[in-house]
């Protein structure tokens, strides 16, 4: 199953993570509100201070809106977590999980995508997801890491009628957030071991392989 399986055309549609729902918990304002023609500030850091802010910028950015965040169940010390962002209409998700039942042989749905040994897909709804190696950590109970994000700008494009492509809106901007994130959490929060061999750069989508159905 997903862990981005989002319809974000409307604002209020939350992403889900296997069985548990994206959103429950408290909306948090970290910017001081912006005059309607200056843009937003996204923080130096997001979803309880995880993940570094800058890669989210380009698909949150918009003027006259404040920063706010929804990370009540992230980084603790649950084995899962999810956080929306978001700045006005655009939202941002990200979530984790210990990919229970998976196995290395597993091959998730859609365009393959990697990072490195990661490994993954990007689904026909625009979320990417990554399983990371992650074995032997007070936080993890497995030896696979589900990490995942979405956006309402990638979202909307499909929405739209638009195919999922290269050229798409936002999927470039959203290669590189997921791939920090995963750094981010894998080497800082769960320090997996083996996670500082993940490379710098954006997520590849691998568009020549067949997408798996």
């Given at each position: 199953?997903?862990?981005?399986?989002?319809?974000?055309?409307?604002?209020?549609?939350?992403?889900?993570?296997?069985?548990?729902?994206?959103?429950?918990?408290?909306?948090?304002?970290?910017?001081?509100?912006?005059?309607?023609?200056?843009?937003?500030?996204?923080?130096?850091?997001i979803?309880?201070?995880?993940?570094?802010?800058?890669?989210?910028?380009?698909?949150?950015?918009?003027?006259?809106?404040?920063?706010?965040?929804?990370?009540?169940?992230?980084g603790?010390?649950?084995?899962?977590?999810?956080?929306?962002?978001?700045?006005?209409?655009?939202?941002?998700?990200?979530?984790?999980?210990?990919?229970?039942?998976?196995?290395?042989?597993?091959?998730?749905?859609?365009i393959?995508?990697?990072?490195?040994?990661?490994?993954?897909?990007?689904?026909?709804?625009?979320?990417?997801?990554?399983?990371?190696?992650?074995?032997?950590?007070?936080?993890?109970?497995?030896?696979?890491?589900?990490?995942?994000?979405?956006?309402?700008?990638?979202?909307?494009?499909?929405?739209?009628?638009?195919?999922?492509?290269?050229?798409?809106?936002?999927?470039?901007?959203?290669?590189?957030?997921?791939?920090q994130?995963?750094?981010?959490?894998?080497q800082?929060?769960?320090?997996?071991?083996?996670?500082?061999?993940?490379?710098?750069?954006?997520?590849?989508?691998?568009?020549d392989?067949?997408?798996?159905?």
């Amino acid at each position: 199953m997903s862990l981005t399986s989002i319809k974000p055309n409307h604002s209020k549609r939350i992403a889900v993570i296997l069985t548990l729902a994206l959103g429950a918990g408290i909306w948090w304002t970290i910017s001081d509100s912006s005059p309607d023609n200056q843009e937003a500030r996204i923080p130096a850091r997001i979803c309880h201070n995880r993940i570094s802010g800058e890669k989210a910028t380009p698909l949150l950015l918009t003027k006259g809106s404040k920063y706010e965040e929804d990370a009540d169940s992230f980084g603790g010390w649950s084995s899962f977590g999810t956080c929306e962002a978001k700045v006005g209409n655009r939202r941002l998700y990200v979530g984790y999980q210990d990919a229970l039942g998976h196995k290395r042989s597993y091959q998730p749905k859609g365009i393959p995508v990697s990072l490195g040994n990661a490994y993954g897909s990007l689904t026909t709804g625009g979320g990417i997801n990554l399983y990371v190696a992650c074995t032997n950590t007070p936080r993890t109970v497995t030896e696979w890491l589900l990490i995942g994000a979405n956006a309402t700008m990638v979202g909307d494009e499909i929405e739209a009628g638009k195919k999922l492509n290269k050229s798409t809106r936002g999927l470039r901007a959203l290669t590189e957030f997921t791939a920090q994130a995963v750094r981010d959490l894998t080497q800082d929060w769960f320090k997996c071991p083996g996670a500082d061999q993940l490379p710098d750069g954006p997520v590849t989508i691998h568009w020549d392989k067949p997408a798996v159905r």
